[in-house]
Structure formats: C-alpha cells, structure tokens
C-alpha cells in the first residue's frame, strides 16, 4: 500500500528557478528515497536519507528529513529543461521493500 | 556495470497469447523485482526474489507467472492477460532486500499492450 504523498501534485517553473517538493507519510521510518522518472522510461535512484541524517545534498540536490513531522523536501536548485519528470518519495512498506508515492509532475520551462 | 536492461521495449499481445519479459543485471544483486505502472501512477510491486526465491507476491493474479533462472535474469511469463493488464512493467535490483536500505537499479521497461 502507498505510504508516502507528494505534494504538489504537479509544479510547473522556469528555467534557473529552484523546484521544491515535498513527501509525508504515516508510519515510522528507518529510511526514505527519492526517485526521478522521465516520461515513460525506468526510474533513478537520486537519494537516500536515514531516519538518523535531517540532511543531504547531491550537486543541485538538496533533501530534508523531519520525522517529527513525518515529512521530507526535495529541493532542486537552478532547475533545467532536463530536470523535466516525475520525482517520487519511496519509504519502506511491507518487509522494507520501497513503496512509491504518487509523485510529483515537474515541468521546467526553458 | 549498474545497467539492467528489459527486453523486449515494446510488446503487443492478444488475449490468448503467451509471452514472456526478460530482464537481467550483472551488479551481484541478489534482490529482483517487478513492478507495474499505469499512466500517471506510481509504480506497484508485483514480486520480489531473493536469493532467486521467490519472497513475496503482491496477490498477482496467476496470468503473471514469474521466474528466475539465476542471480542475474528474472521473467516474467504472462497468459491469458487482460486489456486492463496495458502497463509499462519495470524490472529493478538491489544488493539485498530487507531492513537496511538499497537503493533500486531499475530497468527502462517494458511498454505493453493487450488487444
């Protein structure tokens, strides 16, 4: 069952502009994942954040964790053209497998 | 090489066909998996091997029938399907499956389509 929720739901900016999304979800975690997919294609892995760490980056990358709120952000700085996908936030479901949130809708405007 | 690659990229099937996806890493992954995806939809697991055994099915109907030959190919053998079964079906890795966390290596997919 789906744990994590992206929200917005859709995000449409231009070029040179920061991205933010962001995921909440409902049970505890030892973990959460961020996920890109472009239109149609597999997905990549961008990052992952322990339950321990309330930070990371990863060159324009920038996640949060707050467990107290059950929530995490994924910022993208100077956005790109190619930045243009769909972001999902992955927390464990059943027997730690990643389970996928709706997904956030990202179109950046040259 | 942390590529997994799916074959075939597209496929078109009737409703009494046979055909099966391939897909295969060469990472040392000893975790594989299968997830369906609808347009604008997260992905849903459908199985998981471990050790190629078979460690979870998410209630998939038996029109799926999943297989892994050995640590580095997995298929997925489908009968019978459905229209509603049109999908793309992702193939993924991990190191391991289970409490600490890995990240998933997943394959471009596999776009099908039943007639």
């Known amino acids: ?70 929530s995490s952000s994924l910022l993208i700085t ?33 | 090489d942390t590529e997994v690659t799916q074959t075939p990229k597209h496929l078109v099937m009737g409703m009494t066909n046979k055909k099966s996806l391939k897909c295969e890493q060469h990472m040392g992954h000893r975790a594989m998996y299968w997830y369906k995806q609808k347009a604008k939809k ?6 998981v091997y471990s050790y190629e055994k078979l460690s979870i099915n998410e209630s998939v109907p038996s029109r799926f029938s999943p297989e892994c030959p050995n640590s580095s190919l997995l298929n997925l053998h489908l009968h019978a399907l459905q229209p ?8 993924a890795s991990s190191q391991r499956e289970g409490l600490a966390a890995y990240e998933q290596y997943f394959g471009p997919g596999t776009r099908l389509t039943v007639t």
């Open chain 1, 1 to 70: 069952s789906q744990q994590g929720e992206e929200d917005p739901q859709a995000l449409s900016i231009q070029e040179g502009e920061n991205a933010t999304m962001n995921c909440s979800y409902k049970t505890s975690i030892n973990n959460l994942q961020w996920y890109r997919q472009n239109s149609g294609r597999g997905l990549v892995h961008l990052i992952l954040i322990r339950s321990n760490e309330r930070e990371k980056h990863s060159g324009r990358l920038r996640v949060t964790l707050d467990t107290s709120k059950k």
């Open chain 1, 78 to 110: 100077a956005s790109r053209a190619a930045d243009t996908a769909s972001y999902f936030c992955a927390t464990p479901g059943g027997s730690y497998i990643p389970t996928f949130g709706r997904g956030t809708s990202l179109i950046v405007h040259p």
């Open chain 2, 42 to 47: 997260p992905p849903e697991l459908m199985f």
């Open chain 2, 84 to 91: 509603e079964d049109s999908a793309l079906y992702l193939c």
